[in-house]
């Protein structure tokens, strides 16, 4: 437990004097750590989960995007305030993880409790100004740019084809009855992909993952934090969070206040949907077949799994 605070002095140089885990989100581990009276936090992404390398691939592109809206745009202290390295990198790493060091935001993360009036109004009018940016920003888009490659699909594939026979027992027993489904799912986002690739259409900055576990309630300032998912895409990579939403309509209203000749596009809206719903499937599969999990953890990771099966087949 010695690795945190000598990790941290010698990137950061802090004299970190006690350690508090917090509840995390599904891919990193959360610490509260404290310098004397200064308070932080730090997101940790172990490099023995399979999930690893595709969550923090882009950090080194995305968090400096997040820095430039926090400056210059009207998100100012709406978001997670990264802590540079020495070096000024906003990551450092050891055998063991990946870490990125946040301020501290004192707050209640919104999770399992409804929004208020208020709170649907400030989320909406975050998005409305985040979807105003684009690649014409001074800082390099290019390799979050949405190019509709799904990257976890092949392995999918050869995982529900191929391999189906050499699954582990409970896994194997839990998607044999959803496997049709899975693979028409599979096929449809393929057929997407291919099509939206030579199509022009326009993209802005989108966080990808807005849900209520990704916003915090601080003093009188609603918080959109995990940033990882930042991509220029079509606005649909965002706006599918908001369309079942009661309040879609006030905010499609907002929204147009200020992207005036703003229309949805059922076939992007339909591939995040899907890739989405593809997406936590496979996240779920991946930690079953490659992460090493005590039984508990196991039981509750299928448990999720077949709450995505079930409701892909209802
Ligand atoms: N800067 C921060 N200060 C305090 N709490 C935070 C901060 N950032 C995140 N959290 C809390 O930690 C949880 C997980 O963080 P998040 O960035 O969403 O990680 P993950 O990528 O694992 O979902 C959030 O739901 C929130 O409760
Ligand atoms: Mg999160």
Redesign the pocket.
Known sequence: MDKIPNLLKEHYDLEITNILP???????L?FKVYCGKQAF?L?VYEKSRASTPKWTALIDQYVPITVWLMQHSGLKGKL?VPVPTQTGDYKCENDEGIYLL????EGE?IGEKALTAGQIGELLNMIAELHLYGEEIPVETKALKEDFTVPFLPQLRVALDREVCTLPRDLKELITPHLKQVNELAGTVEKLSVDLKSRNLRMALCHTDLHP??L?QSGGQLML??W?GLKLAPVEADLMFLIDEPYYDDFAHIYRKVHHDFAINPDVLQFYRYRRKLEDIWEFMEQLLFDRQEAQERATTLNHLSKELNEISG
């Open positions: 917090q509840r995390g989100g599904w891919a990193a959360a936090f997101k997670p946040y301020e501290y935001i993360t576990w990704n915090m934090i995990d990882e």
